[in-house]
Each structure stands twice: as structure tokens, then as C-alpha cells.
């Protein structure tokens, strides 16, 4: 079992960045696949990007090449730098993971996916 712990959260004008971070209470690499989701009120949560196993990173086609999801040196924290932010994505931004995604059926962006889940942390983009 992993606790996840997000910060980084904050209020930032359209066309500004933050970089969020997930803070696992064990290492990360190599056993937990790792996501970001963007949930909206009344909204399910969204996918943005993930991190696989080996590292390798996938993204919602709404933020390829503004987003970048990657793990620390230390392997225990997982951040998404984001950049380029628009107001649509505001939100409360919730980091997940799981062990159960070796194999070609884990995509990575639905909840269900997810054992694991943080508290959250508060992204507000303003025009």
C-alpha cells in the first residue's frame, strides 16, 4: 500500500505554469504505474498523463506538449509540470497509482484503473 501526498497547486493567469507533485510513501519506480486526473465539480475525474513502470510517459491529447509528468531522482515523487495553462483547466488535481498495470490491457486515464489516490490539490487558471 502507497499514501500520495499532492502539493504545488495555486492560482496562476492563462498562459502560466505550475508544477504539481505527488509524494509516495515508498518508492515509486519500477512498482506503481502513476496518473494525474483533473476533476472539474460535478465531473468525473480526467486523465492528463500517466507514468508507466518504466517510466514512460503518456498524455491526454488535450495537454501533449504542454504537459510533462516525471519522477525524481529520489523515486518517490512524481511531478507534472504544466505549462501553457488555460482557464478550462481549473480544477482539483489528484495524483493515483497502482501496481496492477504490467501488460498491454492498462491504459492509464480512467479511474478505475487507480487503487491508491491523494487528497487533491487546487489548480485556478483565470482569463
Known amino acids: 500500500q502507497v499514501q500520495l501526498v499532492e502539493s504545488g497547486g495555486g492560482s496562476v493567469q492563462s498562459g502560466g505554469s505550475l508544477r504539481l507533485s505527488c509524494a509516495a510513501s515508498?518508492?515509486?519506480?519500477?512498482?506503481?504505474?502513476v496518473g494525474w486526473f483533473r476533476q472539474v465539480p460535478g465531473a468525473e475525474r480526467k486523465g492528463v498523463a500517466t507514468i508507466d513502470l518504466d517510466g514512460v510517459p503518456t498524455y491526454a491529447d488535450s495537454v501533449k506538449g504542454r504537459y510533462t509528468i516525471s519522477l525524481d531522482n529520489t523515486k518517490t515523487t512524481v511531478y507534472l509540470q504544466m505549462n501553457s495553462l488555460k482557464p478550462e483547466e481549473s480544477g482539483m488535481y489528484y495524483c493515483?497509482?497502482?501496481?496492477?498495470?504490467?501488460?498491454?490491457?492498462?491504459?492509464?486515464?480512467?479511474?478505475?484503473?487507480?487503487?491508491?489516490w491523494g487528497q487533491g490539490t487546487q489548480v485556478a487558471v483565470s482569463s
Open positions: 515508498t518508492i515509486i519506480a519500477d512498482r506503481y504505474c
Open positions: 493515483a497509482a497502482t501496481q496492477q498495470c504490467a501488460g498491454a490491457y492498462f491504459a492509464g486515464f480512467a479511474e478505475k484503473e487507480y487503487d491508491f
